[in-house]
């Protein structure tokens, strides 16, 4: 069952969902609640001449953080300038917005792109939309840009948009896969 509007600032306003900062009026629709972007992005590096680099999950000793940061360089967005998100790249950012969907309220959330962003050829997370019951901490969006345009990124600006489901049941443990207690950190990008 997805919440609409009305049930979602409940949720909000009896802490069964936690959102800081705290969510202005205006970024309800009628069963969602818009995110923006925060300041910090990871974009990956541009691959030496000559380099052929072929990334392998499966391979025994695979470390996806070290990958990363062997691979990706973290940025902060110019307040003044924003960020000119390139056709056909991938950045990794993350919504300003902290969130914490509280295990026992029965609630998990789906993060889905804003059509205004979608029809700019901006696709805001590839096959990761689900934010597990018992989740704390910021959402990282695996942002590509489709257009044949380069698309200005702004901190602030609306980037998604999560809808809220209800479990059939409380889970019997909260989220603890890698990404538990997720923040943008300039350091990891």
Known sequence: MILTDREIQIAISTEAIRIEPVPDLSYYSSTSLDLTLGDLLTVFKDPKIGLG????PSEKGYNH???MVETTSPIKIDPDAGYE???GQMVLAWTREVVELKIHSRIAARVEGK???ARLGIGIHLTAPTIHAGFTGQIRLEMVNHNKLPVRL???MKICQLIFEQTLGTPT???EGRFAGQKADAKKG
């Open 115 to 117: 059509s205004s962003l």
């Open 53 to 56: 680099i072929c990334i392998d």
């Open 65 to 67: 953080e070290e990958v």
């Open 85 to 87: 998100f390139k056709p």
């Open 154 to 156: 702004r901190i602030g």
């Open 173 to 175: 443990k909260g989220y």
